[in-house]
């Protein structure tokens, strides 16, 4: 479910979602901030927020995107690059000054965009399930998905001119994003919990508003191949040899292109799917540690 925990921050006047673990901020500790995927709230790091073994020695910081959770801003219109400002702006406000970033999938893009924005105050980042390209068709001869045809429908069935205030978001909609995200790791439950998170999330005028533009900037968000040279912090990126969303061909190309990082490597994870977190929790500690020292 949505954090229950929120913090005000200049950038379109918006109101982020987040958890702290342990419930502070121990300034004898390194910060990871976590970026969510899709349509996924705070919730989707509990094993990650949850565990005493990462706990003890990091903070970790989970974030809610602009259309994500608790999240909220003044304008109907926003981007990955808004949601990168607002996390830069949030880690301010609670006092992280410098920190790693892991985003997974669309969490990607916004921690290259907050090492391109402040690259003074991100330590490392942490790229999983992703892609640095946009959406784009030379991406799809490599194995991406196309979100577009899928996205098409449903964001002129979320158009209206006049306010919905019974919209309840559709199994239509809930049960392919579950099933691109969990792959061979779902289960009843989780398909159950995050069923019933999105519907929670996604309700009422504001929900269906909010969804719209969350799917639209995924539908159409612009590509980073030119930039990423421009970042310098190491980047460690992971995917999974079952993701259906990314594959494993463009993530090989684009490691190459942070030409300027201090370090660049990728790992696959054998039997991975999209929501890598999920799948091989495991896998991910082990990378955190990696990353953040």
């Known amino acids: 479910m949505a954090s229950t925990q929120t913090i005000q921050v200049p950038h379109l006047d918006a109101t982020v979602g987040f958890e ?40 970790l910081l989970a974030v809610e995107l602009l259309g994500h959770g608790a999240t909220t801003c003044a304008s109907e219109h926003f981007t990955y690059w808004d949601s990168a400002l607002v996390t830069l702006q949030a880690m301010q406000g609670l006092g992280v000054s410098k920190a790693y970033a892991l985003g997974l999938s669309q969490g990607g893009w916004v921690v290259a965009r907050m090492a391109l924005l402040a690259p003074e105050r991100i330590l490392g980042i942490l790229a999983m399930a992703t892609s640095m390209d946009s959406e784009s068709a030379d991406s799809r001869t490599k194995g991406c998905w196309d979100p577009a045809p899928f996205a098409s429908p449903f964001l002129q069935k979320w158009s209206s ?61 612009d590509g980073l191949l030119f930039r990423i040279g421009d970042i310098k912090c190491p980047v460690h990126w992971y995917q999974g040899t079952e993701d259906p969303i990314y594959g494993t061909i463009v993530p090989q190309e684009h490691i190459k292109l942070f030409t300027g990082s201090s370090e660049a490597k990728l790992n696959f994870i054998e ?23």
């Open 161 to 221: 001119s006049t306010p919905n205030p019974d919209f309840v978001v559709g199994d239509d909609w809930i049960q392919p994003v579950l099933g691109l995200g969990l792959g061979s790791a779902s289960t009843p439950a989780a398909v159950e919990y995050w069923s019933e998170s999105i519907r929670k999330v996604y309700s009422g005028d504001q929900g269906r508003r909010r969804l719209r533009m969350a799917t639209l900037n995924l539908a159409e968000r």
């Open 20 to 59: 702290l673990s342990n419930g502070k901020l121990d300034p004898a500790k390194p910060t990871l901030v976590l970026i969510v995927p899709f349509c996924a709230t705070v919730e989707y790091y509990r094993a990650q927020l949850d565990s005493p073994k990462l706990t003890e020695k990091i903070n």
């Open 271 to 293: 039997g991975g799917v999209h929501f890598l977190s999920v799948s091989h929790p495991k896998e991910v500690e082990e990378a955190i540690f990696e990353m953040v020292h």
